[in-house]
């Protein structure tokens, strides 16, 4: 019988090394010579600025050799109080340890890293160079306020890569799987890393989910509903009502176009379209396109004009009224802030009212998307963008991982490579995946004219479709929910921005991050968020006087609502003269097929 189990074993392992040769020689042949030139290629031009930035903080660094040696003296201070506890640890003397993870940080759950004296040691001499190393990169004096923030930010790139965890001799927990299984876990886990890298056709694109688990419409953006409009850029779908009556006004969402818009439509239970239907909300969602090389000349006024307005439009034409409510999520809270300016301009008042999921109106403080955004970097993706027409989703969503590299990247390289694992079945990580692609066009005067130059901001300084942008004069009550420890609109960013306009406002600040914290549905009874009947001159004094309350903001956000509304109902709408069923066709638009 154990000869019958080792023949196999053998058989199976046999097997996977073919596969691996054959995937492996196919990889070398059509991609590697191309990538080979594109990373050298990238690596002289220094298209980051990173090489500049390390040499700009060396040159201070040797002018100041005194901070250096200091910076080293403390490091062998602290690598000597390592040893010292170790020996006692090793004779059976309990000692306190000298490096502990950050609160949250997953890297070191397994309980080998603390009880075991020899993986206790690895982590706490890793914890303890890791602390030194960007103490030292921030202590450097004199630094512009840009190389200062590269050298942060990929001094803990280089520091979170560089963690024992992410190593198969380094990581108990990848040992012991490597034990049991007789190394197919490292088999399999190169078999996972070259199906990556076919899926990302010569780039390595790591899968964070079991993507054959979804389908749009039978398992995620499920909530019944018809497309009733579309042009080249969106499809506008209408939902069908769950109460047999509804909110007059209609309700529109616009969500950012660099993602799907079913972020808001995961399953029934974390649904924000589904939970506004059931609250008596007739719900009308964009789905914007996943444009190609044909729509490269698409403006951030074609946005503006075939997007926001003509949405709004078409909602008010459906359901038959003259005034409507939008929500803009993220991107699309930035153009639904353009639009409202511009209907004030035009003195046109369709708008009721307006809710901001995490949106930047001020870009004066972009935190650490900044570091990818700078002159330099801009004309470099420019030029890229020029040569095929578009951004691919792709390369922004590797960016936005970056921001969170140890959740986003390295606990995948874990599992995927070195546990050798398939990625679990999860919708948020599916939808992640599902990136899209933006006109270089757009993309280019969303770049300059936002993050670059901050000219939204300033009356008149842009003009769209004709009309001079001025967010002072947008007198419609507004509401502004921003999250704590969101990296991509940061909530102190989101709040500057807030103030820009000129009618009544609410700001509401909910815990966790740029999704999760928005994609929090009462009955989860997760997190928190703070409330304050008055809007302080800064950030700070906001939060300072503000309240906490347990749960999440949608209640907030429909007793908000409800106000602006003034409980004036009709009889449900049903969709009418419907194009497609949802969730359309325009979502089922792929930048890739999965490999697996």
């Given amino acids: 019988m154990a000869e019958r189990d080792d023949d196999v074993s053998r058989a199976q392992t046999a097997h996977m090394l073919q596969e691996i040769a054959e995937r492996t020689s196919h990889i ?35 002018m100041d050799p005194s901070s250096f040696a200091a910076a080293s003296v403390n490091y062998w201070i602290d690598a000597a109080r390592l040893w010292q506890s170790a020996w006692m640890k090793m ?59 590269k050298i942060a930010f990929f001094t803990r790139q280089y520091v979170d890569a560089l963690a024992p965890s992410n ?102 239970k974390n649904s924000f379209i589904k939970w506004a239907v059931d609250q008596g909300h007739t719900v009308f969602v964009v789905s914007w396109v996943n444009p190609d090389q044909a729509l490269a000349e698409k403006t951030f006024a074609d946005y503006l004009t075939e997007g926001a307005l003509e949405a709004m439009q078409a909602a008010l034409k459906a359901t038959g009224e003259d005034k409507l409510n939008v929500i803009g999520y993220c991107l699309g809270g930035t153009l639904l802030g353009s639009a409202l300016a511009w209907l004030a301009a035009k003195g046109d008042e369709r708008v009721a009212c307006a809710t901001f999921f995490v949106s930047l109106l001020d870009f004066s403080q972009p935190g650490e998307l900044g570091v990818f955004i700078d002159e330099a970097q801009v004309q470099n993706l420019e030029r890229r963008m020029n040569e ?6 792709s390369e922004m969503a590797s960016t936005f991982n970056l921001l969170r590299a140890n959740d986003l990247v390295w606990s995948f390289v874990i599992n995927n490579y070195l546990m050798g694992k398939d990625p679990f079945p999860f919708d948020l990580l599916y939808w992640n995946s599902d990136a899209t692609r933006m006109p270089a066009k757009m993309h280019s005067f969303y770049l300059r004219n936002m993050y670059l130059k901050n000219l939204l901001g300033v009356p008149g300084a842009i003009e ?57 549905p009462p009955a989860a009874k997760k997190y928190h968020y703070w409330t304050s009947e008055s809007l302080a001159p ?27 509304n003034g409980g004036d109902k009709v009889p449900a709408r049903i969709p009418s003269n419907a194009i497609e069923d949802a969730p359309g066709s325009y979502v089922l638009q792929r930048l890739a097929k999965p490999s697996r």
């Fill in 28 to 62: 070398l042949k059509e991609f590697g010579q191309k990538n080979l030139e594109q990373s050298m290629s990238a690596a002289v031009k220094d298209e980051l600025g990173i090489a500049h930035a390390y040499m700009d903080m060396y040159s201070r660094v040797l």
């Fill in 91 to 149: 004779l059976g003397h309990e000692t306190a340890p000298v490096a502990v993870p950050a609160k949250g940080d997953a890297r070191f759950k397994d309980q080998d890293w603390s009880g075991n004296f020899v993986f206790d040691y690895i982590k706490q001499s890793y914890l303890i160079a890791a602390r030194h190393l960007q103490d030292a990169v921030a202590g450097v004096e004199g630094l512009p306020e840009d190389s200062q923030k």
């Fill in 167 to 268: 190593f198969a001799a380094t990581n108990p927990q990848v040992l012991r799987e490597t034990m049991a299984s007789g190394g197919q876990n490292l088999l399999k886990g190169l078999n996972n890393l070259l199906a990556d890298i076919e899926k990302g056709e010569g780039q390595l694109r790591i899968s964070m989910t079991d993507e054959s688990a979804f389908q749009l419409g039978r398992n995620v953006a499920t909530t019944p509903g018809k497309v009733v409009h579309q042009n080249a850029l969106m499809q506008l779908i209408q939902y069908q009502p769950s109460t047999s009556q509804v909110y007059r006004r209609p309700l529109l969402i616009i969500p950012p176009w660099i993602n799907k818009y079913y972020i808001l439509d995961l399953r029934e």
């Fill in 388 to 393: 095929r027409g578009y951004l691919e989703g």
């Fill in 464 to 520: 769209l479709a004709g009309v001079p942008i001025d967010l002072s004069k947008v007198k419609v009550p507004a509401y502004f929910i921003s999250t704590v420890e969101d990296h991509i609109a940061p909530w102190k960013s989101t709040y500057l921005g807030a103030r820009y306009l000129g009618g009544p406002l609410r700001f509401v600040l909910g815990g966790s991050g740029h999704i999760a914290g928005i994609v929090n």
């Fill in 538 to 564: 800064t950030p700070e004094a906001w939060l300072q006087g503000a309240t906490q309350h347990p749960g999440s903001w949608w209640e907030d956000w429909q007793r908000w609502m409800d106000q602006q």
